[in-house]
Nanobody, 122 residues
């Protein structure tokens, strides 16, 4: 079983950048092929899909509202997936979660962790 934990959230000005990390424990990325998705949930709203990176680290998929601003990468040796968020806008603040996902969809496969909070100041 792979357990994922988010980190890296914080306060950033609109137009700024922030990098989130999703680190695996238990079975590592080297021993367990896993696609990882990022999701977010703003206050009073439902959780929504943000982006996915497949186990090969090459195939990625982004929601339209973050395409061109957010970039996924992964370091399988470190069992970590990174979400680089640039040009942050007032619609981006939320609790961000990572989860195992189906490699061909946006469906989360595991229980949710605590997430990491992103706050964007104007």
């Amino acid at each position: 079983q792979v357990y994922l934990r988010e980190s890296g959230g914080g306060l950033v000005q609109a137009g700024g950048s922030l990098s989130l990390s999703c680190t695996a424990s238990g079975r590592t990325f080297k021993s367990y092929s896993v696609s990882v998705g990022w999701f977010r949930q703003a206050a009073g709203k439902e959780r929504e899909f943000v982006a996915r990176i497949n186990a090969d680290g090459i195939r990625t998929y982004y929601a339209d509202y973050v395409k061109g601003r957010f970039t996924l990468s992964r370091d399988n040796a470190a069992s970590t997936v990174y979400l680089q968020m640039d040009s942050l806008i007032p619609e981006d603040p939320a609790v961000y979660y990572c989860n195992r996902v189906d490699p061909s969809s946006t469906r989360a496969l595991a229980d949710w962790g605590q997430g990491t909070q992103v706050i964007v100041s104007s």
